[in-house]
C-alpha cells in the first residue's frame, strides 16, 4: 500500500483500512496465523483493480 502511495490506517482489534486512490477497503489482519485465506487475497487483488492499479 505504502510503496503504490496509499496508507494503512490501524483500527481496532486486527481490523484495517486501507486507502489508495481516494477508495478505501476495510480487512481484517489474518490470525492466529500469518496467511490471509484465499478469499481475502482475491477481494484484496478485485479492489486494488477497482482503485486503478494494474498488474
Known amino acids: 500500500m505504502i510503496a503504490l502511495g496509499g496508507e494503512v ?3 481496532e482489534g486486527s481490523r484495517v483500512a486501507l486507502l489508495l486512490g481516494g477508495g478505501v477497503k476495510h480487512a481484517h489482519r489474518p490470525h492466529p496465523g500469518k496467511e490471509a485465506k ?14 486503478g492499479v494494474k498488474a
Open 38 to 51: 484465499h478469499y481475502q487475497v482475491k477481494e484484496i487483488r478485485e479492489w486494488l483493480t477497482a482503485v
Open 9 to 11: 490506517r490501524e483500527g
